[in-house]
């Protein structure tokens, strides 16, 4: 199958910064969409996955997941889009297709495996896959979003991950009017969460770890911002959530907010891969019938729902636009939780490098 080289920006291991290099992309097959990438958003897994928090990157690796971008080149066979139109990749490129999970619209839970749009193995040429950090990106139709028109290019890329991760949990739980929800953590995936929740009629409450985004938090839609490092401010929640939505990257302590669950409420846990620790205490679940759960992404006709919801809401992602260069800046800030909201790279930094 013939190739072509792209620049791109990644790295050779995860201790060193990323950089500037060369890799390959399929030539299109019939189906496939070529979209030569505009923007693409920064997602705190891109740095969990240049420094192998997960294990089992393959370097070298380029990340990026929340893309946007102009189509260059379709296939014969392709229906869904044409040469010229706005287009959008999230995290899956590919999955069986076939199987249970896919037929009922959950590539993401694909039994055979999906192919993520980065650190995945491409079924066309064997190759790695490389991320949206490049000029562009080559991807089957299936997989391929249309993006709402009335929306700014650059602040809808975060909702190809930030987006869909939180707008699932939402759907699958039924978030609607009179919803009371709560979201862990103000960041990529949280600053969404809010904006989607609302958006869906519920009552929002944010919790963060210190006061310093309480009016970012409230400007966003959150009706009440509580400060998880409070006892008291804990307290005066206990009970009262039907979902709540942890978007913390890192291990961390999920019994206290287990406790301010409604009966029968569930505290989906989206962020942090791994075992819990301290170990989760099941005394209120049993006494509660309350459920501790997780989901990954969305997918893709779930993801074009919540696209249409945003463009019908003209809901977008709170972004600061970077140049690929400053790309290594932007993760240790997001270390930091110095991000309001998310990091957008405007891909015209690497085409002009
Ligand atoms: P982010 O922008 O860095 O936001 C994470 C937020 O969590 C921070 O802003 C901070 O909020 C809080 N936080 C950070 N470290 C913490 C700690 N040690 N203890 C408590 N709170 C902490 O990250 P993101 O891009 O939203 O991603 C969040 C996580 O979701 C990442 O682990 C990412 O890999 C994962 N993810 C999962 C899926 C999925 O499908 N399940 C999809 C995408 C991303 P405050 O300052 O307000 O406390
Ligand atoms: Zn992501």
């Known amino acids: 199958m013939g190739t072509s080289i792209v620049k791109a920006f990644g790295t050779e291991s995860p201790t060193v910064d990323l950089k ?3 890799i390959q992309r399929r030539d299109v097959t019939a189906t496939d969409i070529e979209i030569e990438i505009l923007y693409c958003g920064v997602c705190h897994s891109d740095l969990h996955t240049a420094r192998n928090d997960w294990g089992g990157t393959v370097y ?3 990340p990026g997941h929340e893309i946007v971008g102009k189509i260059t080149k379709v296939g014969s066979a392709v229906t869904k889009l044409k040469v010229g139109d706005f287009a959008a990749v999230g995290c899956l490129v590919d999955s069986c297709q076939e ?6 619209d959950l590539e993401q839970y694909c039994i055979n495996g999906f192919v993520g749009t980065y650190n995945g193995k491409d079924k066309h040429s064997g190759m790695q896959t490389f ?4 000029e562009k990106v080559v991807v089957d139709e299936h997989f391929v979003l249309k993006v709402p028109s009335n929306l700014d290019l650059a602040a809808t890329a975060p909702l190809l991950c930030a987006g869909i991760t939180t707008w699932s949990p939402l759907r699958h739980w039924k978030v609607g009017k009179g919803s009371k929800v709560a979201v862990v953590g103000l960041g990529g995936l949280g600053h969404m969460a809010i904006k989607l929740a609302k958006g869906l009629g519920a009552e929002v409450t944010l919790f963060s770890r210190t006061q ?7 400007e966003l839609g959150a009706d009440a911002v509580i400060i998880s490092t409070d006892q008291r401010h ?12 942890d978007t913390v990257p890192y291990v961390h302590d999920v019994n206290p907010y287990v406790a301010t669950l409604n009966i029968s409420g569930t505290l989906v846990l989206v962020g942090y891969l791994g075992g819990l620790e301290p170990i989760l205490n099941t005394v209120p679940m049993i006494l509660g019938r309350k459920s501790v759960a997780g989901s990954l992404i969305g997918g893709i006709a779930e993801t074009q729902e919540m696209l249409d919801f945003c463009g019908e809401h003209n809901i977008v992602s709170e ?13 240790e800030r997001m270390l930091k939780s110095d991000v309001r909201y998310r990091f957008v790279i405007d891909m015209a930094s690497l085409k002009n490098a």
């Open 60 to 62: 070298p690796a380029v």
């Open 131 to 134: 991320g949206g950090y490049s």
């Open 319 to 331: 972004i600061e636009v970077i140049k690929i260069q400053d790309i290594n800046t932007a993760y």
């Open 234 to 245: 804990m307290d005066s929640v206990k009970g009262k959530f039907d979902l709540i939505i």
């Open 212 to 218: 310093s985004k309480e009016k970012d938090a409230l």
């Open 20 to 22: 500037q290099m060369n």
């Open 99 to 104: 199987c249970e999970s896919c037929k009922q």
